[in-house]
């Protein structure tokens, strides 16, 4: 069982950075593949980023490549996700997903576990 929460979302300008943290609960972090989703109001959930057990393969959405960074610390049992250059179309509820999989990390039905989200708003 894990549990994740996420920190750091907030209200930002166009332009502005943000970094999103995901906390995991338990001794297992380093056996899951993590993902940043997010949701807009009326729209799916859409992947964002992963990163593997490792730290070493990373993946984007092509709408967030060259501006959001994911990265992990496994002896903090936690996630990052930087936000750069935010745009007002970034603004969503993002969330951070465990998955125990190597494939299939684009999807969100792939992930196990789920943290609460946190919301980023970015104005224009």
């Known amino acids: 069982q894990v549990q994740l929460v996420e920190s750091g979302g907030g209200l930002v300008q166009a332009g502005g950075s943000l970094r999103l943290s995901c906390a995991a609960s338990?001794?297992?972090?380093?056996?899951?593949?993590m993902g940043w989703f997010r949701q807009a109001p009326g729209k799916e959930r859409e992947f964002v980023a992963r990163?593997?057990?490792?730290?070493?393969?990373?993946n984007y959405a092509d709408s967030v490549k060259g501006r959001f960074t994911i990265s992990r610390e496994n002896a903090k049992n936690t996630v990052y996700l930087q936000l750069n250059s935010l745009k007002p179309e970034d603004t969503a509820v993002y969330y951070c997903?465990?998955?125990?999989?190597?494939?299939?990390?684009?999807?969100?039905?792939?992930?196990?576990?789920w943290g609460q989200g946190t919301q980023v708003t970015v104005s224009s």
């Open positions: 338990g001794r297992t972090f380093s056996r899951y593949g």
């Open positions: 990163i593997s057990m490792s730290g070493v393969i990373t």
């Open positions: 997903a465990a998955n125990q999989r190597t494939t299939g990390w684009a999807n969100p039905s792939e992930y196990d576990y």
